[in-house]
């Protein structure tokens, strides 16, 4: 069982020297790599590795087609400044051949779950010689994965799955003790941004989380444009989190006197401490507008915006 270190009780600075010393004695000599997705968690166990490890340690960016617009440039920009090489490595092709036909939700977390540590980072691994893999899981990823909630790609010992023998590699997890708000105590005190440690959550199957149906290419294109407006028109509100939904079915709008059958964008913010409980933030009507007016006009097809008003549980932060 693992034993949380709540977010009242947590010693930044203690813990940090603590996983610096557990990583330095798992790695050894040899040497780990670790995937840099631009989110609070991985962005502070990159910080952490880098902290124990040095130059030992590779920080790859998996541009997997699934992520916010610019994503890749600004995560390799910011992690510059804090003298930390990131690598951009493109698998669009390989993820979205691996999600192509699949619609229920678990099984896409599947596919991209093998696709990552199977096949792109299994071929990443062997070609560095790392042994381990440092990432950022954290408590709220078990507690979902074990409840059967949902299948958080990056959980696997507690489902039996033992990494070393499935992947050939070990996988280290310095966070796993935390939920986000204690994570984001250790990345500030690790010198990240307040950008990025305050930054909101964001699913570790990426915009594919967000549509509910089949992910292709066009699909997620649609929920990408919808998730920048949202991002940018909620950035000062406080919440949690915020995000475009995009749903499987098409719904009857009009445009130019004509009958459009479009599609729906659902947006969904959320007041929160640590994701185990979240109500819907109560926006201003007059925002509510703004979001549908931008969304509308912005994104092609969209003929509908609706705005998520039920508390988790029974919902949950994200769609599927």
Same mark, same amino acid.
């Given at each position: 069982?693992?034993?949380? @270190? %709540?977010?009242?009780?947590? #010693? %930044?600075?203690?813990?940090?020297?603590?996983?610096?010393?557990?990583?330095?004695?798992?790695?050894?000599?040899?040497?780990?790599?670790?995937?840099?997705?631009?989110?609070?968690?991985?962005?502070?166990?990159?910080?952490?590795?880098?902290?124990?490890?040095?130059?030992?340690?590779?920080?790859?960016?998996?541009?997997?087609?699934?992520?916010?617009?610019?994503?890749?440039?600004?995560?390799?920009?910011?992690?510059?400044?804090?003298?930390?090489?990131?690598?951009? !490595?493109?698998?669009?092709?390989?993820?979205?051949?691996?999600?192509?036909?699949?619609?229920? *939700?678990?099984?896409?977390?599947?596919?991209?779950?093998?696709?990552?540590?199977?096949?792109?980072?299994?071929? @990443?691994?062997?070609?560095?010689?790392?042994?381990?893999?440092?990432?950022?899981? @954290?408590?709220?990823?078990?507690?979902?994965?074990?409840?059967?909630?949902?299948?958080?790609? #990056?959980?696997?010992?507690?489902?039996?799955?033992?990494?070393?023998?499935?992947?050939?590699?070990?996988?280290?997890?310095?966070?796993?003790?935390?939920?986000?708000?204690?994570?984001?105590?250790?990345?500030?005190?690790?010198?990240?941004?307040?950008?990025?440690?305050?930054?909101?959550?964001?699913?570790?199957?990426?915009?594919?989380?967000? !549509?509910?149906?089949?992910?292709? %290419?066009?699909?997620?294109?649609?929920?990408?444009?919808?998730?920048?407006?949202?991002?940018?028109?909620?950035?000062?509100?406080?919440?949690?989190?915020?995000?475009?939904?995009?749903?499987?079915?098409?719904?009857?709008?009009?445009?130019?006197?004509?009958?459009?059958?479009?599609?729906?964008?659902?947006?969904?913010?959320?007041?929160?401490?640590?994701?185990?409980?979240?109500?819907?933030?109560?926006?201003?009507?007059?925002?509510?507008?703004?979001?549908?007016?931008?969304?509308?006009?912005? !994104?092609?097809?969209?003929?509908?915006?609706?705005? #998520?008003?039920?508390?988790? *549980? %029974?919902?949950?932060?994200?769609?599927?």
């Amino acid at each position: 069982m693992i034993q949380e @270190i %709540p977010a009242r009780k947590l #010693n %930044p600075k203690k813990f940090i020297a603590e996983k610096v010393a557990e990583i330095q004695q798992a790695v050894g000599e040899g040497r780990a790599i670790n995937a840099l997705s631009g989110g609070v968690d991985s962005s502070t166990v990159t910080l952490l590795g880098h902290r124990a490890l040095g130059k030992r340690l590779k920080t790859v960016f998996i541009e997997n087609g699934l992520m916010r617009e610019g994503e890749a440039q600004r995560v390799v920009s910011v992690f510059r400044k804090l003298g930390v090489k990131v690598e951009i !490595v493109d698998a669009r092709k390989e993820f979205f051949t691996a999600l192509k036909g699949i619609t229920d *939700p678990e099984e896409k977390r599947e596919a991209i779950t093998q696709t990552f540590y199977r096949h792109v980072f299994g071929r @990443i691994v062997r070609a560095s010689g790392a042994r381990f893999l440092l990432q950022g899981t @954290i408590l709220t990823d078990v507690d979902e994965t074990v409840a059967g909630i949902k299948r958080q790609h #990056n959980v696997f010992e507690q489902l039996g799955i033992h990494p070393e023998e499935a992947f050939g590699y070990r996988i280290l997890e310095p966070l796993i003790q935390l939920r986000k708000d204690g994570v984001r105590m250790v990345g500030r005190a690790l010198g990240l941004p307040a950008e990025t440690f305050k930054r909101i959550p964001f699913p570790g199957p990426a915009l594919a989380a967000r !549509v509910i149906g089949e992910a292709t %290419p066009e699909r997620i294109e649609t929920v990408r444009k919808a998730t920048a407006i949202v991002e940018r028109l909620l950035a000062k509100t406080g919440a949690f989190q915020y995000m475009a939904i995009l749903h499987e079915d098409r719904v009857t709008g009009m445009r130019d006197g004509r009958r459009q059958f479009g599609q729906q964008i659902e947006v969904r913010c959320w007041d929160s401490v640590d994701a185990r409980k979240a109500t819907p933030t109560r926006l201003a009507f007059a925002m509510l507008e703004k979001l549908a007016r931008e969304i509308l006009r912005a !994104v092609p097809d969209v003929v509908s915006v609706t705005y #998520n008003i039920a508390p988790k *549980p %029974p919902s949950t932060i994200e769609a599927v």
